[in-house]
């Protein structure tokens, strides 16, 4: 691994999280930044951010999430709903003596930063959403949702199946990450490649070999992917999956809007979520600026690491300025 920081272990109520760190504001002129991963990810996704923005005067910190990485992994899948993973990041500011911090999520890390702003406003000084937008609670449970629209053989629907799609993935890790870390296909080949691109456990058990070519990561960082997973297995990400409906239960009745002042950067090659999914954000998130970058698929920070991190230091520096 190079170029990236060692972790510090820190007790986050009770749950040991890796943390990551690139001190580029050592006088706290400026909130930190909190960068939040998804999944399949690590605090590793944000080895092209970390020291940029650390050179923009910015404290830069990554964690690797509960279940993930060198953190805790606990088996329960009880323990990875939104309100417990936001509680674990209140514990993680606490322990380091941070009162808020502007959240950087994408993947599921978005869809837990956006729920950082809902559940714990007092603790956010601004959001930014990489690919992930907010969504207004749906009026039906999502998983029946997602099932009616894509079918059972949808990943989300068959993660929901306790221990197979970790067990699955673990018998060949490196196989996994080769068929994820893949270059986006064009928008017009993603007619052709629906519903079964959806079917992640059906390709990865009996679709073919990867290709060599297409790989968006250097060897040598697809292998701290593979290295990590076998510490961890996969079942802390896959238990983010199994409370989806939980979530959308505990939201009933809730304010679902986010007062923080945030950033949204889309992929316009992203099919797992397209921009157009982030029409109408404005309605939960009256201050918010939202731009796309063309040509970029879902893994933004390794295939566009550049414009994504120019505009997300744009948007900082205007928000935040000293």
């Not at 309100?83 to 514990?91: I, L, P, S, V």
């Not at 729920?115 to 406003?121: T, Y």
């Not at 890790?173 to 079917?199: S, T």
């Not at 397209?274 to 796309?292: N, Q, R, S």
């Amino acid at each position: 691994m190079t170029d990236f920081p060692g972790p510090t272990m820190i007790d986050a109520g009770g749950v040991a999280l890796a943390v990551y760190e690139a001190d580029g504001d050592p006088n706290r002129r400026r909130p930190p930044v909190l960068f939040v991963h998804g999944w399949p990810e690590i605090a590793y996704a944000w080895k092209n951010q970390l020291g940029a923005f650390a050179e923009a005067g910015f404290h830069a910190l990554a964690l690797d999430l509960k279940g993930f990485g060198r953190s805790d992994a606990p088996p329960d899948p009880a323990l990875y709903d939104t309100a417990r993973m936001t509680g674990d990041f209140c514990a993680l500011m606490d322990a380091l003596g941070i009162g808020k911090a502007i959240f950087c999520g994408h993947d599921w890390g978005g869809a837990l930063v956006w729920a950082m702003g809902q559940l714990h406003p007092d603790r956010v000084a601004g959001i930014i959403g990489l690919c992930t937008p907010l969504h207004p609670r749906p009026p039906a449970p999502p998983l029946a949702i997602i099932e009616k629209r894509f079918g059972p053989n949808h990943y989300i629907v068959q993660f929901q199946k306790r221990d197979a799609p970790e067990r699955l993935f673990e018998t060949d890790p490196e196989r996994f990450f080769r068929l994820m870390f893949r270059a986006p296909a064009p928008r017009e080949r993603w007619p052709d490649l629906m519903p079964q691109i959806y079917d992640l456990p059906g390709r990865f058990r009996d679709g073919p070999p990867p290709p060599e070519k297409g790989l968006l990561i250097s060897e040598d960082d697809l292998q701290v992917y593979v290295e990590a997973y076998k510490r961890s297995g996969f079942h802390g990400g896959v238990n983010l999956y199994r409370n989806i409906d939980s979530n959308w239960r505990a939201m009933e009745g809730r304010n679902e809007s986010v007062t923080a002042p945030s950033l949204w950067v889309g992929a316009d090659l992203d099919m797992f979520l397209p921009p157009e999914t982030a029409d109408g954000m404005e309605a939960l998130i009256p201050d918010l600026e939202k731009h796309v970058i063309e040509d970029c698929g879902h893994w933004m920070m390794w295939e566009k690491p550049d414009e994504a991190n120019a505009l997300m230091l744009d948007w900082l520096m205007r928000r935040f300025s000293i």
